[in-house]
């Protein structure tokens, strides 16, 4: 059956030759190319795959004698040499190497909340410490820091990206802004309907860390700074797969999240809260991890899907 399907491909290629390129072909012992050939053939020499032919009548009989009597070729004719020895498959595009896969249960989600209820202990005396010992340069590098929170940040990280790659054609480079994009857009989203839900007051509002009221407008826990700039730092570095980048983005992620706490906006827990999220978030949606039985966008890592698929 192979032989047969590079036979057929043979003379599909021997069809495009007319008259004059056969007979050239035959007086310089296959070396000339037609203008059609030139044409037709130009992607196949793309992919490795040289294109070559005898006459056109020469052709057509052996196909006809192929399709009635596949073993019964003129010896020595093209389409039987094509269909006896093997020839090289064009090579397929490489794809993107899957990502390795870990997997996030409900006990791993239990115990991260466990830490960050935990957390809340130190809330107020970390507060207090901090408050007391604030001072205008402390105040100057969390100003620094707090941008990779910002939306003017992150945003243009992630969808330049993604415009880079639509522009220049990529797809690596497409696929790699759509997971970066994605990754926060679920963190965003994420993050926004906890603070909605719980409701949590600000230590600059409150001396309780613990002032929760659902649907209020208060907005403390999670930290959406803190929870966009691990986002930011997962991804980016998920993408890179560079230890000094990752150390560096990690370590700008961490101080984001001190500047909230410099600057009085947040508690302790609501920043590790926002780390939580932005992480999963974003190794959620690069393939990285599977929460729950449930995995990100195929279409994300995989060129020839399209659509978006939960596991469950």
């Known amino acids: 059956m192979r032989n047969s399907r590079r036979a057929a491909f043979t003379l599909l290629m021997m069809w495009s030759l007319d008259g004059s390129a056969a007979r050239r072909l035959d007086a310089q012992g296959g070396a000339a190319e037609s203008p059609r050939v030139g044409a037709i053939g130009r992607p196949f020499r793309a992919l490795g795959v040289r294109v070559a032919g005898q006459r056109t009548q020469t052709a057509w009989a052996d196909a006809r004698a192929l399709q009635d009597h596949p073993s019964a070729l003129p010896h020595g004719s093209p ?125 600059s509002h409150f001396s309780d860390a613990y002032r929760f009221r659902p649907f209020s407008g208060r907005d403390a826990w999670p930290s959406g700074h803190a929870t966009m700039a691990f986002a930011l730092a997962a991804s980016v570095s998920d993408e890179v797969r560079s230890t000094p980048v990752t150390i560096t983005l990690y370590s700008a992620a961490t101080l984001t999240g001190w500047s909230r706490m410099n600057d009085n906006r947040h508690w302790l827990s609501d920043v590790l809260a926002g780390a939580a999220v932005g992480i999963t978030s974003a190794k959620l949606m690069n393939g990285r991890w599977r929460v729950l039985g449930v995995t990100g966008p195929r279409f994300l890592l995989e060129p020839e899907r399209v659509g978006v698929s939960l596991g469950f």
Not at 117 to 126: G, H, M, N, R, S
Not at 151 to 175: F, H, K, N, W
């Open 79 to 203: 389409t039987a040499e094509a269909s006896n020895h093997p020839t090289a498959e064009p090579p397929t595009r490489p794809t993107a190497e899957p990502p390795s896969r870990r997997t996030v249960e409900w006990y791993h989600l239990g115990a991260g909340l466990g830490l960050v209820a935990l957390a809340t202990l130190v809330d107020e005396p970390l507060r207090d410490e901090l408050q007391a010992h604030r001072t205008g340069g402390k105040d100057d590098v969390a100003r620094v820091f707090r941008q990779m929170g910002e939306p003017e940040i992150y945003g243009t990280i992630g969808l330049g990206t993604l415009a880079v790659g639509v522009i220049s054609g990529d797809d690596r480079i497409t696929r790699a802004g759509g997971r970066i994009s994605s990754g926060l857009l679920v963190a965003a989203a994420t993050t926004t309907f906890f603070k909605q839900a719980l409701g949590r007051g600000r230590p």
